[in-house]
Nanobody
Framework: QVRLVESGGGLVQAGGSLRLSCAASSSIYTMGWYRQAPGKQRELVATISGGGSTNYADSVKGRFTISREYAKNKVYLQMNSLKPEDTAVYFC???????????WGQGTQVTVSS
């Protein structure tokens, strides 16, 4: 069973930076970050495929960078120029090839103060 464990969340002032980490128990082809703010649906933040292709939500383009260390089964989200509207629980996601299901971490809280 694949486990995803996030870390790196916390409290930061607007304009600051945080780096989130996700450690997977095994390799997953496509990994990404999603977030859910209070009263809102979970939304895509960024994804990175096994081939290195990345996608970003328009709201984070130019500020966030997703990366991964394939050999270590880790994915990162570097968040710069943070805004209060970035406040949310951030979830690591993995979408394997060859199966219909996907995996989720427990989430890590990111709070950006104004």
């Amino acid at each position: 069973q694949v486990r995803l464990v996030e870390s790196g969340g916390g409290l930061v002032q607007a304009g600051g930076s945080l780096r989130l980490s996700c450690a997977a128990s095994s390799s997953i082809y496509t990994m990404g970050w999603y977030r859910q703010a209070p009263g809102k649906q979970r939304e895509l933040v960024a994804t990175i495929s096994g081939g290195g292709s990345t996608n970003y939500a328009d709201s984070v383009k130019g500020r966030f960078t997703i990366s991964r260390e394939y050999a270590k089964n880790k994915v990162y989200l570097q968040m710069n120029s943070l805004k209060p509207e970035d406040t949310a629980v951030y979830f690591c996601n993995g979408k394997p090839v060859g199966v219909l299901y996907e995996f989720w971490g427990q989430g890590t809280q990111v709070t950006v103060s104004s």
